[in-house]
């Protein structure tokens, strides 16, 4: 009886354990660590981005469709958080694996391309939302989004937020969902518990939104 309330409160402990051990979702670490801390080279990361172009376009401007994102313009701190998260498994994106993992690329190179992207002109041509949603997505926005990703969805390099400006409709959409549904693993636990509640209405308008805002100047 006493083995099995031991055995009890230690799985009771089990999620409390496992939460303690798992690192935060923005700890800079490995590859990460290793990627921010080099400086990278525009000319090194545009020759690795070729084997990168048959997704993401040669401009780096992805696909309207929203099949694959625009890096263009994207800040450099995000690119390579989420390519390290990625190699990492802690986002799954299987189709581009082969393109980006430690025997194709290394930790400087992931700092190449961010470096080279960042830099890139954004496209004012992204693939855009039906505009039935934005008065209900800009209400959902400036009360859960907008405090980290910016008024004008400019994102903040420093934090890791991406800018969601000029990004493409269904990825947006489809990102939100995977954020909401836990399957976008290295999302901040803020951001999660924000989407949790919203209905597919309320993705929709708040990613219509965001597919509205004009790219930032830089
Ligand atoms: C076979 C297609 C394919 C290739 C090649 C590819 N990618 Fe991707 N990439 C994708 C897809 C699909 C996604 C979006 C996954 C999702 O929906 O979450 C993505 C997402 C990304 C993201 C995350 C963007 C964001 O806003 O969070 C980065 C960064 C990225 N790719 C960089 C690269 C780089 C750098 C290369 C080349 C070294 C590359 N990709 C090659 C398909 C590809
Ligand atoms: C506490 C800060 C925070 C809040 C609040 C927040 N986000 Fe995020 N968001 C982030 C971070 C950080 C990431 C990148 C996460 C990662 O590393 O995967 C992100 C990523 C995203 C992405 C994926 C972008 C890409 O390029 O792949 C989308 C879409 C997004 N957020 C939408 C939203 C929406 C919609 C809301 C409001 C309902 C929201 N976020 C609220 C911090 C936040």
Not at 57 to 69: C, F, N, Q, T
Not at 89 to 113: A, C, Q, W, Y
Request: proline share 6%; charged share 25%; with cysteine.
């Amino acid at each position: 009886m006493y083995k099995l309330l031991k055995l009890l409160a230690v799985l009771s402990l089990w999620p409390v354990m496992a939460q303690a051990q798992a690192p935060a979702w923005n700890e800079i670490r490995g590859e990460l660590k290793v990627a921010l801390e080099t400086k990278g080279d525009a000319t090194r990361g545009e020759a690795a981005f070729e084997q990168c172009q048959g997704c993401h376009r040669k401009d780096a401007s992805g696909r309207v469709s929203g099949a694959y994102p625009r890096l263009a313009g994207q800040h450099a701190t995000v690119l390579m958080k989420q390519i390290a998260d990625i190699r990492a498994g802690r986002r799954n994106n299987p189709k581009m694996e082969p393109f980006i993992d430690d025997h194709v690329l290394t930790p400087f190179e992931i700092s190449d391309l961010a470096v080279y992207l960042q830099a890139l002109p954004i496209s004012p041509e992204n693939g855009k939302g039906p505009g039935t949603g934005m008065g209900k997505g800009k209400q959902l926005y400036d009360k859960d989004c907008a405090q980290c990703h910016g008024a004008q969805g400019e994102g903040d390099a420093a934090k890791f937020y991406p800018m969601v400006a000029a990004q493409h409709y269904r990825y947006l959409l489809r990102e939100v969902q995977l954020i909401r549904d836990g399957d976008r693993r290295n999302s901040n636990p803020d951001m999660v518990k924000a989407i949790k509640p919203y209905t597919v209405l309320e993705m929709e308008a708040v990613a219509d939104y965001m597919s509205h805002f004009v790219p930032p100047k830089k």
